[in-house]
């Protein structure tokens, strides 16, 4: 039997990054499905413009596409220590901030359960931001 001596390589991925992922994950589920019955509860409760009520549901559906692909260029980034799907994640956070901005002041009718659950999302999109830099700052300081 032969035993071999391994180099231990040091371990980059963040785990507070990780986390914030997942917890984003689960509460974007719980956003959107409350955005979505918002929408569908001021349909009927309220009047809408034409085309307005077909626009909040286009940006909401547009923001979970970009939602999902932003989560998973962030966990593959962090899980492998990549610097460019990290970035990338970061970029296609500021598509989801704007849309979050939109649904927290500019959509038609915005009720105070709207500005709650959209300055939490806010609060966890800055929070992932910051651990986005320190993690792609990281890998890329380690690896060039």
């Given at each position: 039997m032969v035993l071999r001596k391994v180099n231990s390589a040091a371990v980059l991925s963040s785990i507070p990054l990780q986390i914030v992922y997942y917890f984003n994950m689960f509460y974007y589920s719980f956003y959107f499905l409350a955005t979505l019955l918002m929408i569908i509860y001021k349909s009927q409760a309220f009047s809408f413009p034409d085309g307005n009520l077909a626009f909040d549901l286009i940006l909401l559906i547009l923001m979970v596409i970009l939602?999902?692909?932003?989560?998973y260029l962030g966990f593959k980034g962090n899980l492998t220590e990549e610097t460019v799907p990290?970035?990338?994640?970061?970029?296609?956070?500021?598509g989801s901030l704007m849309?979050?901005?939109?649904?927290?002041?500019?959509?038609?009718?915005?009720?105070?359960v709207d500005v709650i659950i959209n300055v939490i999302l806010l609060v966890?999109?800055?929070?992932e931001g910051m651990l986005d830099i320190i993690a792609a700052s990281a890998f890329a300081r380690f690896y060039t």
């Open positions: 939602e999902m692909m932003r989560l990290i970035v990338t994640s970061m970029v296609l956070t500021i849309l979050c901005l939109y649904f927290l002041m500019w959509q038609t009718y915005v009720l105070k966890t999109y800055g929070l």
